[in-house]
């Protein structure tokens, strides 16, 4: 406080008409925030010497979190809500803010290995990098997993946009090997005790076979018992219906049906393919012309698919070059 006086008379003489004034004096207070953060209250204030000033909270960004309070000394506060009390001098206050981060961990079940950085710092909303499962040799990837629940079936997992710590786990099973007939679709490496389905073509009657023994199919598939094993399936095909026309040429937009092939070869340009009717055809066949013609059996009724095996009569090689596929004598 300053006390000021007027109205003295000369030194010695008795004052007349004396006045004094006090003088209390104030100050300012400012208030700033660092990138990714904004403040609440009143901005800046002028405050009375010895009285507190209102209080002015800091609040981050999103993915960000408050520190603190600086001002020119260093740390005054780790409470977001700021109240300066007892003012008796200017001051410059900073709140200060850092971005939230989140650990990752990845581990490796039996039977496999990691490859990339197994623990992760990452800020918030970033992408992790990727870690890959690598299955040791007899043995297959099955999932990604957290917790009890499965994340991802892609050996390479990249954890995007990350919001939360996560604990990540590979699994891995002993791989078995499935071998297909030609038609037959479906997974040919599997994992222990897993139990896939396979599809056969439709358009045939099917008579399937799983390691040698007979298998009931249901509609046009097939579900593995638990596998223990490796598997080999076959199968034979027999066109459903039996259909009438024994032997088919596409030729562009047209369509040339035969009931014999004979018949057929001899419409048959050179290099044209013949697509036969699965099962037996009746007749014999004899090249007689300088061209070359596939005949490419085992086809359904409709000639849509060629899964099965077309066994043929005799053959006389002439002149002329005979190709064949899935075609039996």
Request: charged fraction near 5%; proline fraction near 6%.
């Amino acid at each position: 406080m300053t006390w000021s006086c007027t109205g003295f008379g000369p030194p010695g003489f008795t004052p007349l008409n004396a006045a004094c004034s006090a003088s209390i004096p104030t100050y300012t207070l400012n208030f700033q925030s660092s990138v990714n953060g904004t403040l609440a209250g009143s901005l800046p204030q002028t405050v009375t010497y010895g009285l507190n000033a209102t209080t002015v909270t800091a609040t981050p960004n999103t993915g960000y979190q408050f520190v603190s309070w600086t001002d020119g000394t260093g740390v005054v506060s780790t409470n977001p809500a700021l109240t300066v009390t007892n003012v008796v001098t200017n001051r410059n206050y900073t709140a200060n803010f850092t971005i939230i981060t989140f650990t990752l961990d990845y581990a490796a079940g039996v039977n496999g290995t990691l490859s990339g950085p197994a623990a992760q710092t990452v800020n918030y909303f970033a992408n992790a990098a990727t870690v890959t499962a690598v299955p040791s040799p007899g043995n297959i990837f099955i999932n990604w997993i957290e917790g009890a629940t499965a994340v991802s079936t892609t050996p390479a997992l990249t954890v995007n946009n990350v919001t939360a710590n996560h604990v990540y786990t590979a699994i891995f099973a002993t791989a078995y090997n499935v071998t297909l007939d030609q038609c037959v679709t479906g997974p040919t490496v599997v994992a222990s005790g897993s139990s896939p389905t396979y599809t056969f073509p439709t358009g045939f009657n099917v008579v399937a076979q799983v390691n040698g023994v007979p298998v009931n199919l249901v509609g046009f598939s097939y579900t593995l018992p638990p596998i223990g094993a490796d598997q080999i399936f076959t199968a034979s095909y027999t066109p459903n219906p039996a259909g009438s026309v024994a032997a088919r040429i596409v030729r562009g937009a047209a369509t040339l049906d035969f009931t014999l092939l004979q018949d057929a070869y001899n419409a048959a340009a050179n290099n044209e393919t013949i697509m036969l009717l699965a099962g037996t055809m009746t007749g014999n066949l004899s090249t007689n012309s300088a061209k070359t013609v596939t005949l490419r059996g085992g086809y359904d009724a409709g000639f849509a698919s060629s899964c099965g095996i077309t066994r043929v009569g005799a053959i006389t090689l002439g002149i002329g070059t005979l190709l064949f596929d899935r075609v039996a004598m």
